[in-house]
């Protein structure tokens, strides 16, 4: 019979939290990548995927549209963003016998995820990434469909308050907090190294 290590480091759950522009997405896939060389195969969970699946093109009611970059624009941003959250909650309890690795960037995702999903962070990972709001600007103007209305921008917390960090921890997670304003290649090596040490450690 596995042992529950065992089980988490098969079936893992990792979080990314953080504002628009930190770099969340860009860890998530240097996260899968680590992953998959482990044999994972398990599912990827976006917020902004879970948008899409409620407010989904070619059924515009007058609440949303996308626009000509393709990019989905909100009209009645706090319910539909309610609605979003609860896809993303449906889908991370869905995914937890296979494992997920999901990005959550929304206001108060700490506390968020300890309401909605505190028995799956026990033996996950759950990391915050930030970055500068100057830094997020500029690689939001990047941006083509994903791009962010500028006042979402600031909408999420900079940091993980310390409160924050302990209820999680207090939940079972492991919680690691990252800036990603050094070059690309430095950020992927610190997010590899990061989710090594956390499969190597709930493996021991």
Known sequence: ME???RVMVDHPRVFFLGPAGAG?????????????????????????????DVCPRGREDGTYFYNSDGALVLLERERQ?????????????????????AELGQPHAAVFLLQRLSPVLEGGLVVHVTAPLSIRKGR????????????????IEEMLIPEHRGRLEQAGA??????????????????????????????R
């Open 3 to 5: 042992s529950s290590s």
């Open 174 to 203: 492991t919680v690691r907090e990252l800036e990603s304003v050094v070059p690309l290649d430095l950020f992927l090596g610190k997010v590899r190294t990061l989710v090594k040490e956390w499969r190597h450690g709930i493996s």
């Open 81 to 101: 963003a309610a609605a979003a959250r609860d896809r993303f909650v449906e889908r991370c309890k869905a995914a937890v016998a296979r494992g997920f690795v």
């Open 24 to 52: 969340k997405t860009t860890a998530l896939s240097a996260t899968v990548e680590e992953l998959l060389r482990a044999g994972w195969g398990g599912e990827i969970i976006t917020i902004e995927d879970c948008q899409r």
């Open 140 to 155: 939001n103007e990047a941006r083509t469909d994903l791009q962010m209305p500028e006042e979402v921008l600031a909408w």
